[in-house]
């Protein structure tokens, strides 16, 4: 009876694996059709993303704000940067970056925001500056000048060698900026997070190749608005490439690394390098405190 048991199992396992593998990878006979689905793993992938459960006001004992940066340099975080190069790769692998922007292009991501309060919405216009820079480099405007009324006319066109074009790729992001809510659920004496926020930094198109660019943050998504979106993506998973994992899984079980920056304060959110400067070792003790702070109140609860 434990063998019958455990080849169901088996067998319940491998058809698991099967419908997450890469599509008809192993029954592909030409390399066009990796990747196609049948109408039977269609309707199986047709799932959606784990849905949160509903939470009352009053079943919230305690909540905290913070805002945390993620380093994409920390090899933890590496599939949230890489592929970079796509080229080279099945499309069916892109890194977050490729996926917010092109998710906003094709108008499926609309919850676009300037700041991490999510006060005034910002449109792919707005954005164009900081992904696209064009410029005449100095031999072109000498060129101009040389043959002013030809360029005037239109006679003669400039060409490419004298045009300074940079456009940020997903290779430039240094990081992530992220905003959660960490709250205790006293219905099920659980501490929970709550991810509201997700926000690419990286330096401005013009100041790619520089050296010590300033970053910026880019845009910032309302997570809950595209978790559809994000789940219809998967990120590499290093120990089982049959086992891909969505973005949004990613993010909502926090595979990742972060630094706090800042919490919800009566200083109008200040954050901590705002009142810890010039000591970087004192920021990062700061943000510990600040985490270790959260963490004792749900032990806390299970004090006698």
Request: charged share 30%; net charge negative.
């Amino acid at each position: 009876m434990k063998i019958k048991n455990l080849l169901v199992a088996f067998s319940v396992s491998c058809i698991s694996l099967s419908g997450i593998a890469q599509s008809n990878l192993l029954n592909a006979k030409v390399p066009e059709a990796i990747g196609q689905k049948s109408n039977a793993q269609m309707e199986a992938d047709s799932d959606k993303p784990l849905q949160y459960g509903y939470v009352h006001d009053r079943d919230v004992l305690m909540g905290k704000m913070v805002w945390e940066i993620i380093d994409l340099d920390e090899r933890v975080n590496f599939p949230l940067y890489f592929p970079v190069d796509t080229a080279n790769i099945g499309k069916d692998r892109r890194s977050l970056f490729d996926i917010l922007l092109k998710e906003i292009k094709s108008g499926r991501i609309k919850e676009v925001y300037y700041d991490d309060y999510f006060n005034m919405k910002k449109s792919l216009k707005d954005m164009k500056s900081s992904f696209t820079y064009v410029d005449t480099i100095d031999s072109g405007r000498e060129e101009i000048n040389n043959f002013y009324d030809d360029y005037k006319s239109g006679k003669k066109v400039l060409d490419l060698q004298y045009i300074d074009k940079r456009e940020l790729t997903s290779q430039d992001v240094s990081g992530y900026k992220i905003k959660g809510y960490w709250y205790f659920d006293k219905r099920q004496s659980e501490m929970k997070y709550r991810l509201f926020g997700i926000c690419p930094v990286a330096p401005e198109a013009r100041e790619i190749g520089s050296d010590n660019p300033d970053v910026i943050d880019l845009f910032w998504v309302y997570f809950p608005a595209v978790r559809d979106v994000l789940h219809e993506w998967k990120s590499f998973n290093n120990k089982n490439s049959a086992m891909p994992i969505t973005f949004d899984h990613l993010l909502n079980s926090r595979r990742f690394n972060g630094v706090i920056y800042k919490e919800e304060n009566v200083y109008g959110d200040r954050e901590v390098n705002e009142y810890m400067k010039d000591n970087a070792l004192n920021q990062l003790l700061e943000s510990e405190r600040v985490k270790e702070k959260i963490r004792n109140f749900e032990q806390d609860m299970w004090s006698y």
